[in-house]
């Protein structure tokens, strides 16, 4: 069987417009028609990520979507030369008909009221710009490290770190310890394993400097097709980057030498017998890449200052604590204080994550394995200090990380049947005071059965997940990529607004059945969205708190049966803009081929 693979298609070099402008939005337009899975797509500039997507899955009617997104935080890369690359892996042959034609246009533009970025963005990626080729790592084949060098005059750094799950790795969420992945080799076949738990860490010079709890992202594919049709899964049209703020390292950074940058990605490793630890690989396979956005300070200023240093209460040494205390220590500092010229490498701030982890199977009156019930806990606390000075003086920069997680998990019906329960919470402190929390939780219920005689097979899911994402400090506008609706709507801001609240629900049920002999499938399904915007105000009294609807910015509720919206509601500063029901549900029914 002849196929055509196409894994990247370059767009050919970019040159900054001929004017003035302060934000960048993107808008990629996507038509496809026939059969296809859902692909990943990745958009460098140069060796830098600034895009990561995926596609839905197409219809023999066809479809069509488009995605708006702001990138004016990297502006420093827009405002020289670039080579664009848009990687989009895809396979067509006699089964898998689909291509995608895909359209990107960016818009220019002048807005005084966005926040100052990045003057310098970095990559941590493979490099592979030069042979016209995405620069995404694939972990764990590869060593995703980079040695980098920085300028010496740096105030604030972050990283932004992309990564996700793909191959055997895309539904890591409900995976299993890998003690139990022969648990049901004999009926439904051998699971993955490494458990539900996994970890991206950020290492500098093998130190870890921060980590990520990775959001559980479902593509159009995921689970059940009829789930997706139209509405797509959360973040699966954008996948979401996390920072981790390597203010605090500034010291060290900013010594003229180059320092090494590494991602990895773990889970866990255990012995069968509920003792688990972090694991120092995982499947195939993670696509990651990092990027380190640089504040400047005035030309010819250098950065300095004292490292940071984990001690225990006693003043001992210590990499793995519990509730670390930070204390800062004079014979550490580094370059042009008190005649010391030469940085200290700071103390391995690496504590362990707390891992509690069991699991039961339970067997039939055959005496084979019926059921597989596990638990997952973990938790950790990171602190990251140290004095940083600049040209404007002192200052302590602190990094800080709290993070919870639990997943309950069960399979029975020999291996057919999976309920997945879970809830990840965390909250974060940069050095420039901004502090965010976040939760996702996240059920799943799926089966699948084949029938012995005819060979068809039905696949069932129900899903019901969440994200919230609230950031305290400052307040941030709300991005077109958020509201594409909205460009033509002024946006009243909450009075006095102290940070932003987005929070975003989904429900849904669907069914799939194949039928091998007339090589057709069918199914149904049906889905609903919640999307809502706050503004947060901080009460002296009750401390962070959401005012209801009288700091509502955007609110979006939608339902979709059988391929179709039957219902829209959408409300800007609590004014109504859409508003829609379908009356006559008949006309959704049935199956779709």
């Not at 391995?348 to 638990?375: F, M, R």
Request: proline content about 6%; some cysteine.
């Amino acid at each position: 069987m002849e196929a055509s693979r196409r894994s990247w298609l370059p767009l050919g070099p970019y040159r900054p417009p001929l004017c003035n402008f302060t934000r960048v939005v993107l808008n990629f337009t996507v038509t496809s028609r026939g059969r296809q899975f859902d692909r990943l797509g990745m958009l460098f500039l140069g060796d830098i990520e600034i895009f990561r997507t995926s596609t839905a899955e197409p219809t023999s009617q066809g479809i069509q979507w488009t995605y708006v997104k702001d990138v004016s935080g990297y502006l420093a890369l827009f405002r020289r030369p670039q080579k664009v690359i848009f990687e989009l892996g895809n396979l067509i042959d006699h089964t898998y008909t689909a291509s995608f034609n895909t359209t990107l246009t960016a818009t220019f533009m002048s807005d005084p009221s966005l926040p100052v970025a990045a003057d310098e963005i970095l990559p941590i990626s493979a490099r592979r710009s030069s042979r016209n080729s995405g620069s995404s790592f694939s972990i764990p084949e590869a060593n995703a490290t980079n040695a980098i060098l920085l300028p010496q005059n740096v105030r604030r750094a972050l990283v932004s770190l992309s990564a996700c799950g793909q191959a055997d790795e895309e539904f890591w969420y409900s995976n299993v310890l890998s003690s139990n992945e022969d648990t049901f080799s004999s009926s439904a076949g051998p699971l993955f394993g490494y458990s539900p738990f996994r970890e991206v860490q950020l290492h500098i010079d093998g130190s870890l400097a921060g980590v990520v709890w990775p959001f559980p992202v479902i593509f159009t594919g995921g689970l059940v097709p009829g789930l997706w049709r139209p509405i797509v899964g959360i973040d699966a049209f954008d996948l979401r980057e996390n920072e981790v703020d390597i203010t605090p390292w500034l010291p060290l950074l900013c010594d003229g030498r180059r320092h090494s940058y590494e991602i990895r990605v773990v889970g866990i490793t255990d012995d069968g017998r509920g003792h688990g630890s972090l694991s120092r690989s995982v499947g195939h396979s993670w696509l990651v890449t990092g990027k380190i956005l640089l504040w400047l300070d005035q030309p010819g200023s250098v950065t300095r200052g004292f490292m940071p240093s984990l001690l225990r209460s006693d003043g001992k040494a210590s990499a793995s604590m519990s509730n670390p205390q930070i204390k800062f220590l004079p014979e550490r500092h580094t370059g042009g204080i008190e005649g010391q010229t030469t940085p200290s490498k700071p103390l391995n701030l690496s504590p362990e994550p707390l891992l509690s982890i069991n699991s039961y199977v339970g067997q039939d009156d055959k005496g084979e394995n019926a059921t597989l019930t596990s638990e997952v806990l973990a938790s950790r606390e990171l602190v990251i200090s140290s004095i940083v000075l600049t040209s404007s003086g002192y200052r302590v920069a602190t990094w800080s990380q709290t993070l919870h997680f639990e997943s309950q998990g069960k399979i029975y019906d020999r291996g057919n049947v999976q309920v997945t329960k879970q809830r990840t919470d965390g909250r974060e402190t940069y050095a420039c005071g901004i502090w965010r929390n976040y939760s996702y939780p996240l059920f799943v219920n799926s089966s699948y059965d084949v029938e012995e005689v005819s060979g068809n097979f039905t696949i069932d899911a129900t899903i019901s997940r969440g994200l919230e994402l609230n950031s305290y400090g400052v307040f941030v506008q709300p991005r077109d990529s958020w509201l594409p609706s909205l460009q033509s709507i002024r946006i009243d801001k909450p009075a006095n607004p102290s940070g932003i609240a987005l929070s975003t629900t989904q429900n849904g049920t669907a069914h799939y059945l194949a039928v091998p002999a007339i090589s057709k499938s069918f199914g149904y399904g049906s889905t609903e969205q919640k999307f809502m915007i706050h503004g947060l105000d901080a009460n002296p009294r009750k401390g962070w708190t959401v005012d209801g609807m009288s700091n509502e910015i955007y609110y979006r509720h939608v339902l979709a049966t059988n391929n179709s919206v039957v219902k829209d509601q959408e409300r800007v500063s609590g004014n109504t803009v859409t508003s829609f029901k379908l009356r006559n549900m008949r006309s959704v029914g049935g199956w779709l081929p």
